[in-house]
């Protein structure tokens, strides 16, 4: 089985390296991207890891890096020695890593092919690999498990769509699950999915949703700060529409142009998920003949946005920034069934959150939101602009929804103490 695997992986890596050097000259880090996905490192890049122990943090891509952090400075506070790397598979959650001051190493994630995991593995020698929410590599964990290298799920959750998946492969999945020696879920359902599926009832805890746990620096909550940063008015009311896929920037952008003479304050800012799209939503943007600006252009003392105009972000890692200088934030991944991205970002901005219908990988989390009245889910282009025409016109509206989505937040704290605490046993502490 792991033979035709590696063959698999083989034929697919001649697409996919391809593919991550194009995407790497977005990112300046094609040469050191490539490099690091089969397994070959400068000497000096792990470095900082020598003579310490190391405990290994891999989160895929943006969503999961930003789940993470929490847990990373909770780990540097309970192992002040050790030494921490952080790995993800996409660029985006990459420059997401590098803000990340705790981490001592940050690496794209190897290629999963048996002789070069294996490599990696003895090469960085960790104490501790985990694993964030539920991204299973099999060869990775059948070699971890191979070096006797303890791994542990955290923020572990099985959507209503991969559930099915895995029970089509459940024979294979409860091996790979058979290796790990903890799980740490965000749910009670998440929890007794990953039973169905094979993993040991004695392995499984619920600790609850790392994302409620994000903490902010004051300077990035400030309002007025954020608003000079990105040249937008301080009388505006600003929408950010926040990682965003193809098919959404039309749909807000026509929204918006129905709403400016309703709301003559209003002003938008668009920050696609993957910023490599950015040409083709500026090109978009040419054809609906609306005035725009890219992130990437602004400088300081540059003229500020009007309203009625477009804030377009091609640039990585300041979507908490954007949603600090928002009025209201709309978040992405939920008008197209791509199944949503984290809400609570902008409940942590204390701003009123909408979003769309398909939210099914943030299902709980949206039933929270919506309970506690810190934000909206539409259905329609018609029920978006009149709840975006009633938001634009009610500060008092929108501030109760922030403060009522900020709470939220505090009330379902704690998911990092009760990890830290399963991951102290496995570490013998």
Same mark, same amino acid.
């Given at each position: 089985m792991y033979?035709?695997?590696?063959?698999?992986?083989?034929?697919?890596?001649?697409?996919?390296?391809?593919?991550?050097?194009?995407?790497?000259?977005?990112?300046?880090?094609?040469?050191?991207?490539? @490099? #690091?996905?089969i397994g070959l490192y400068d000497p000096e890049k792990l470095a900082p890891l020598a003579g310490r122990d190391v405990i290994w943090i891999h989160a895929v891509s943006v969503g999961e890096t930003r789940a993470a952090i929490p847990l990373i400075r909770a780990l540097r506070k309970t192992w002040p020695e050790a030494g921490i790397v952080l790995s993800n598979v996409t660029e985006t959650g990459h420059a997401i890593a590098a803000t990340v001051k705790e981490v001592d190493v940050r690496i794209f994630f190897p290629f999963d092919l048996s002789w070069v995991?294996?490599?990696?593995?003895?090469?960085?020698?960790?104490?501790?690999?985990?694993?964030?929410?539920? #991204?299973?590599?099999?060869?990775?964990?059948?070699?971890?498990?191979?070096?006797?290298?303890p791994l542990v799920l955290v923020n572990g959750r099985i959507s209503d769509r991969s559930f099915p998946r895995y029970l089509r492969v459940r024979g294979i999945f409860s091996q790979l699950l058979s290796y790990f020696d903890a799980f740490c879920m965000q749910s009670q359902q998440d929890a007794d999915r990953i039973k169905v599926l094979g993993a040991s009832p004695a392995k499984v805890q619920v600790t609850h949703n790392l994302k409620f746990d994000m903490a902010v620096d004051t300077a990035v909550v400030d309002r007025?700060?954020?608003?000079? @940063?990105?040249?937008?008015?301080?009388?505006?009311?600003?929408?950010?529409?926040?990682?965003?896929?193809?098919? #959404?920037? #039309?749909?807000?952008?026509?929204?918006?142009?129905?709403?400016?003479? @309703?709301?003559?304050?209003?002003?938008?800012?668009l920050v696609p998920r993957h910023p490599e799209r950015a040409p083709a939503v500026a090109e978009m943007l040419t054809k609906q003949k609306v005035d725009y600006r890219l992130r990437s252009q602004l400088r300081n003392g540059s003229s500020l946005l009007q309203p009625g105009s477009v804030l377009l972000v091609d640039t990585l890692g300041e979507m908490l920034s954007l949603y600090a200088a928002a009025d209201v934030v709309l978040v992405g991944g939920s008008f197209v069934p791509v199944g949503g991205h984290n809400i609570l970002e902008a409940s942590l901005m204390k701003r009123p959150v909408l979003f769309g219908p398909y939210m099914h990988n943030f299902k709980e989390i949206s039933k929270l939101v919506l309970q506690a009245g810190g934000g909206w889910q539409t259905k329609t282009a018609d029920e978006l602009a009149q709840l975006l025409s009633e938001l634009c016109a009610d500060n008092t509206l929108r501030t109760a929804a922030g403060e009522a989505g900020y709470e939220l937040i505090a009330r379902n704290a704690g998911a990092t103490a009760e990890t830290v605490a399963v991951l102290q046993k496995i570490m013998g502490d």
């Open positions: 033979l035709l695997y590696n063959i698999a992986l083989i034929l697919a890596a001649l697409f996919l390296i391809p593919v991550y050097l194009i995407r790497g000259v977005r990112y300046g880090k094609t040469r050191r991207g490539i @490099r #690091e996905r995991v294996s490599r990696v593995l003895r090469r960085i020698a960790p104490k501790l690999v985990i694993i964030v929410e539920t #991204e299973i590599w099999p060869n990775f964990v059948r070699h971890a498990k191979r070096q006797s290298i007025a700060l954020q608003r000079q @940063r990105f040249c937008l008015p301080e009388n505006a009311t600003v929408l950010v529409a926040g990682s965003t896929h193809a098919g #959404e920037e #039309e749909l807000v952008v026509n929204t918006y142009c129905a709403l400016r003479a @309703r709301c003559p304050g209003l002003l938008l800012t």
